[in-house]
Structure formats: C-alpha cells, structure tokens
C-alpha cells in the first residue's frame, strides 16, 4: 500500500482561530483540502490570547519543548485541537510571547521581539515533529513568520533524523511583508554569520530578511496566482526581491487560492438576513434592504447601486484612488459602504467623508466578520481597486454572493476576473489596468450604468454565482507540487 504524504504545515494564521488576512482564510482550508486528498497534514500556529480565549477544545499534548533561541533553551508547552476538518492543529504556548491582543503589532508598529517570537515558532515546529517523532516529506511554509524553517533545515536540523529529510515548500502570500531584522539579532536564530548572512542567503541590505530566507532555501517557491508569480519578478512589483525571485523562476509556480464554500456559501450563511441562491434570489434584495437599514443609509439606496469595499486599510489596497474620486461617485446616485482596519491615516481620511456624507457612505473600522458576510451579501458590487493583489478572495466571494467585482488587472484579480461584454454576455465583472482614479471612475461609470441595464446585470450576476473557485482544484495543484518537491534531490 502506498503511504500516505506527511505534511507539517506551518502559518501564524488560520481560521478559525486567528485571523487579519487572506493567509488565515487559506491555512484554515488548504490543510483540510488535502486532508480529504488523503495526506497526514498537521497545522502549527502560536497559541495567542484569542485561541487561548475561545471555546475550541484542546488538550495538553507536551509540557515542555525546549526550544532554543540564541544561546538558551526556551520552555514551550504545546496544545493540540483539531480544525473542522479534523486536521490535527499544534499550539505553541509561550505567554510572554504570544499572549497579546494583536498577531503581530499594533496600529502603532510592529511588535520589537518579531525575531524572537517567530524564531520560536519556527524551531518550536521542528521540536514538535521531532518529540512526535513525525517524519514529514514536506514542510510547508507560509510567509516570513515561518521562512527561518527552510534555512534551519539546510543548516541545524540538516542531521535530525525526523525533519532533516523534508523538503521545504514556501509560499508567498503578499511579498509587502518581508520580516526584516537587524542583523545583529542573527544569532538568535540558531543561524551563523559564514553560513548565511550574505547576498545569495537571507542577508537583505545589511539586514536579516526572514522572507528571503524563505525564498533562497526552500526547494520549491509558490506564490498564490500565476500572474503574481510573473509580476514578482519584475521591478515594479518585486519589492527588492525580483533578482533572488527570476534567479529562482525554475522552482517558483503560481497556485490560485480557492473560496471554501462552506464558509462562504448565501445558501446557506446564517449571518445573512435572507439565505439566498440563483435559483432563489430575491433574498439578495432583502439582504440589500437589511445592509441599507444597519448602515444607517438611505432608503432611496434600494433602487441605486450600492457599492462595497472591505479590506485592510493599507496603501496596498487602493484606497486613495478611491478617496479622489468618491464625489463623483455620489453625483451618480450610489451609496457606499466600508468594512477595513489599519492604517491610522487612510482610517482618517475615510472617517472624514463619511461624516460629510451621511446617509451615502457608511464606514465602520474594525475587524468584524459577520458584517463582512452581511456586506458581500447585500452590495450590488464589491471594488478591489488594489495597487497590487497576490491573489485576493474577496472577489471570489463576491462573485458567489451576486456581488460584481470591479478591480484593477493585477495578480489573482486579473487571473480571476474577465470583463462583462454585454454583446455576448460573458464575462464575471469590470477590470481596469492603470492604477489611476480616472481608470476607476471610469470603470465604476461603466459598471453603474450597467446596473440600471436590468436584464445585462442579472446576466453578469449569473455569470459571477455559476463560477467555482473551489479548493480542490488548487488542492490537487498542491499535491502535484508536493510530489514533484518530494522527488527533488
Ligand atoms: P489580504 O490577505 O491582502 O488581506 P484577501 O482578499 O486575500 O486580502 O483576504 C482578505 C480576507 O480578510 C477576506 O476573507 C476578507 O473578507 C477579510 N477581511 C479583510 N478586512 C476585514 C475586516 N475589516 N473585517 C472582516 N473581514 C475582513
């Protein structure tokens, strides 16, 4: 009998027990995607105050890992659950670490012991495979918090006999977030000076890259849509890291995300006032109405279009474009509605417009998932105008709840969204290429002039609820990767 593929899958975030991005969306669903393709995957995330506060069931699975950072051996205790899915999760449990109200920092800054804390959970995973004496073929990282695993692996725990034969895969979910540290922090890594800190190792302008880390080391690099993987590689995109990237092309493929339906599904979404489906799509109004009526919005908003943005609130994401020409939106009748947390001064300048327009813009800061259900539910259409977009899920969440997408052609958005052409009546949304608020003004006039074209805009909504961007195609994208990986030497 053919043995089943051990995976130890490392990411600081995954639903439902920690989230701020698409990453978490992605770790809680990936994982148990292959769990179904019948791999032995088990997930590892830091024990932070929101898992050690909510109702999920876990037990004590080890006392005291240690686990070593610079010259010491730090004392871990690990705590095990398991997703929805039945993938076993390990918690590394770490107070003076973990315990704190963010993931990563606050709206001031980043946390200053981010070094520290995710050289813990990096070695803390090793330790764990090894006490379990778990022997997986892939380590699969996700992101710099887990991107010292690859370099850990070619150096220290090259000899272990539970890890030291893995091969490493690393994903790149946004390469804005690169974990750069000072290089005088590199012993606490575990790594040395002569072996790595230089240009074709994790050394990034004379400081400790942990991203790089990722990139250099690891066996196979995937990034979360083909066109991002391409994109990357050039100088507009590549942030400091299109050489290392195009000189690592051979072993770097894009791998769209999917939408786990079982999360986001009208049908059945018990956030939504109404469940809803194309088959039963009256609901959408009635989750429009509800939308109106908790935003506190206009009741002539009902028979105009109601648009929607829900994201972080980073530079990333547009939003200034959005900010230059949100007059004109309003002179076009439509309403709009903002869910996003971050950056303080985009906050600000979001909070100005909605206060000087009541009734027309509604905003509200924060993290709030059941709202954000309730707002892909009950908006007409959804904008990503992103300066750059890895992947993006929103849009495909969207396209499930008959809300149209408008974004900018960049990364997964432009892989996931063809322009609505109301001459053949095919096409899932609006898209736009040069990232200036006259090309999002002018697509926002297309797509609203199409909203009041009733018998076009049902189309498009058919179009965007019939498309399936489910896991399991990327699942097997994986598996593939994972078998290719396992066959390098
Ligand atoms: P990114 O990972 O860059 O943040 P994605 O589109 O890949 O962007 O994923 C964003 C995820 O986070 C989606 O599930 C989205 O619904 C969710 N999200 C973003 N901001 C908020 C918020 N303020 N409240 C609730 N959910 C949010």
């Known amino acids: 009998m053919r043995e089943r593929i051990k995976v130890l899958f490392l990411s600081p975030e995954a639903v439902p027990f920690a989230k701020t991005g698409g990453l978490a969306d992605v770790a809680g669903s990936l994982p148990q995607a292959l769990n179904r393709l019948d791999l032995d995957i088990r997930l590892v995330l830091p024990l932070y105050t929101m898992v050690r506060h909510s109702k999920i069931k876990m037990h004590l699975l080890f006392n005291d890992v240690k686990v070593p950072l610079g010259g010491t051996l730090l004392s871990v205790r690990v705590w095990e659950a398991q ?23 606050t709206a001031l800054g980043d946390y200053h012991d981010n070094l520290e804390r995710f050289t813990v959970y990096s070695h803390g995973a090793l330790r764990i495979a090894e006490e379990l004496s778990f022997t997986p073929d892939v380590i699969h990282c996700n992101d710099w918090q887990s991107g010292l695993v690859p370099a850990l692996l070619a150096g220290p725990y090259s000899t272990s006999p539970f890890v030291g034969k893995a091969r490493t895969i690393f994903t790149i979910h946004n390469l804005g977030y690169q974990g750069i540290f000072p290089a005088e922090k590199l012993y606490l890594t575990g790594l040395t000076r002569e072996t790595c800190f230089h240009p074709e190792g994790l050394e990034f302008w004379g400081k400790i890259s942990l991203l790089k880390a990722g990139i ?18 050039t100088d507009n995109y590549g942030m400091g890291m299109e050489g290392i990237l195009h000189h690592r092309r051979s072993s770097l493929t894009g791998i769209l995300n999917g939408a786990d339906y079982h999360v ?7 956030n939504l006032a109404v469940p809803y489906s194309l088959k039963k799509i009256a609901g959408k109004r009635r989750c429009k109405e509800a939308l109106i ?4 919005l206009d009741r002539s908003l009902t028979t105009q279009p109601l648009l929607a943005m829900i994201s972080r609130l980073d530079t990333q994401k547009g939003l200034d474009l959005l900010i230059k020409i949100l007059d004109d939106i309003l002179s076009l009748n439509a309403g709009l509605v903002i869910l996003g947390t971050g950056e303080a001064s985009i906050q600000e300048a979001l909070k100005t417009t909605a206060i000087n327009n009541p ?15 309730r707002i892909i539910a009950g908006a007409d259409m959804l904008l990503i105008p992103s300066r750059y977009e890895p992947c993006g899920l929103t849009q495909m969440y969207a396209l499930k709840y008959g809300t149209i997408p408008v974004v900018r052609a960049t990364g997964g958005l432009d892989d996931t969204i063809t322009p609505f052409n109301p001459q053949t009546g095919k096409g899932n949304g609006f898209k736009f290429t040069a990232y200036t608020p006259k090309a999002l003004l002018r697509t926002l006039q297309k797509a609203i002039e199409l909203f009041h074209t009733t018998g076009a805009w049902r189309k498009l909504r058919t179009n965007g ?10 699942a097997h994208s994986y598996l593939e990767l994972y078998n290719t990986t396992m066959g390098k030497t």
């Open 216 to 233: 250099v080391y690891a066996d196979s690099i995937t990034t979360v849509s083909s066109t991002y993987a391409k994109e990357i590689q």
């Open 293 to 296: 009526k908790e935003m506190h």
């Open 83 to 105: 997703t929805p899915g039945e993938v076993p999760v390990y918690f590394i449990e770490r107070e003076d670490m973990f315990d704190r109200p963010h993931l990563y920092g």
């Open 359 to 373: 009734g027309r813009v509604a905003l509200t800061v924060g993290f709030d998932e059941p709202l954000a259900h």
């Open 264 to 270: 986001w599904n009208p049908a059945d979404d018990s």
């Open 465 to 474: 609820m019939k498309e399936d961007f489910s896991w399991d195609r990327s």
